[in-house]
C-alpha cells in the first residue's frame, strides 16, 4: 500500500526512523523486550524492495530526540528535548497545543531529514490536535 501511494502521488523519497541503537545498553524492562521483538530489519527490506520496484528511494534517518522536541522548537537536539511535554501515552503537550505524540516524531524526523539537505521545513500546522470523545 505505501509504494502505491507514493507512486500515485509522485513521492520519490520515503524517510523512515534508523532505530538500530536505540535501546542498546538500556534496561527497560518488558518494553525493551517488546522492541527487540518486533522484526524492524524485514519490514525496512520489504519496504525498501517495493519502493524501488518504483524507482522511490527509502532513506534511513536517525530519530535524535525526535520524540521530545516541539515541532515548532528552534532545533531537534537535547538543548530542545523535554520528556515532561509527553503527558500520556500517545499525547504531546506544548503550551496549549496538543498532538499526536507520533505525528511529532514523524515530523521531527522529516526535519532533521529536511535539516541535512539544506531544504525548507514543511508547516506543522497540520499536525492536526486530537480531539477528545467520550461514547
Known amino acids: 500500500y505505501i ?19 536505540i535501546r542498546e545498553n538500556k534496561n527497560i524492562g518488558r518494553n525493551n523486550q517488546q522492541l527487540h521483538s518486533l522484526p524492524y530489519r524485514i519490514v525496512y527490506s520489504l519496504l525498501d524492495y517495493k519502493l524501488r520496484l518504483y524507482g522511490i528511494e ?9 520524540s521530545k522536541c516541539s ?6 537536539s537535547k538543548k530542545y528535548a523535554f520528556k515532561t511535554n509527553r503527558k500520556y ?5 506544548d503550551g496549549s497545543n ?3 505524540a507520533d505525528c511529532v516524531g514523524a515530523y521531527n524526523i522529516l526535519r532533521l531529514y529536511l535539516n541535512k539537505k539544506n531544504k525548507d521545513h514543511i508547516d506543522y500546522g497540520n499536525l492536526c490536535s486530537p480531539i477528545n470523545v467520550t461514547v
Open 71 to 76: 515541532p515548532n522548537s528552534k532545533d531537534i
Open 58 to 66: 527509502m532513506v534511513k534517518q536517525k530519530e535524535y530526540y525526535s
Open 98 to 100: 496538543i498532538y499526536n
Open 89 to 93: 501515552r500517545g499525547l504531546y503537550v
Open 3 to 21: 509504494a502505491d501511494y507514493c507512486h500515485e502521488n509522485d513521492i520519490n523519497t520515503v524517510v523512515v526512523g534508523d532505530i538500530r541503537g
